[in-house]
């Protein structure tokens, strides 16, 4: 899903004000994406569930293939980690399979990065093939019988999204739609609860597989489960 290209320095950053003291944060997580739109602009949403001062979410776009985006994860841990004089624990790299494993030198670069990521102990949030089937599992089951395309996953999220009353006007063009336009949506209109239920559904049901070959697979749901996890603990209180 991700539009690749050169990422500026600057770009890399991708946060919020910097708050002017850090120890009065409990919990600080740190989420590299492969895109650099739709997913960090989905996880920045989680931000507004966190209650004051409590856990900090620092969300990144990078734009670069699984072993960059590895690669660049451990720059930022170690930044973070020096800035709030501590270490950062909960990491996470989010990415799809897109077009890796399509060949030999692709596949060698796929496994690098994913062994990379476990000896580092970074945990993955892997689709296959697109973050979008995550988004698209919000609406609807999808059989794991048969590999499903991109192109398919694109065409039926944005008929499901236009399904709606709410919605009718609704077109998705993947290289064309505002992201922001179409996390709303799926918000709005979509069941997180019923799409971690699915997700996991579809993880059973691929019996084991790689992930590189498991399609359809995401397992986006376990990191947002740690996420609404993180919400519920530092919300808590007692009566």
Known sequence: MAKRGKVKKKALQNEDERPLRWRRYSHFILIVC????????????????????SVYLKEIGTGKKPKGIVDQTIIERKNLSVTIKKEVEDVWVVFDKDDEGNNATTLTSFNEAWALAEKENIRIAFSNEVFELWLLLHFTDINSVAPISRADIYRSLGKVIASFDSHKSFIYDHKKSDPEAVIDAVTVLGSEAKAIERAAKLISEQQGKQPIVANPSTTVHILVSRLRDLIAYYSYSPD
């Open 34 to 53: 492969e895109d650099q739109k739709t997913e960090p602009y989905y996880f920045k949403q989680f931000k507004k569930l966190f209650t004051e001062d």
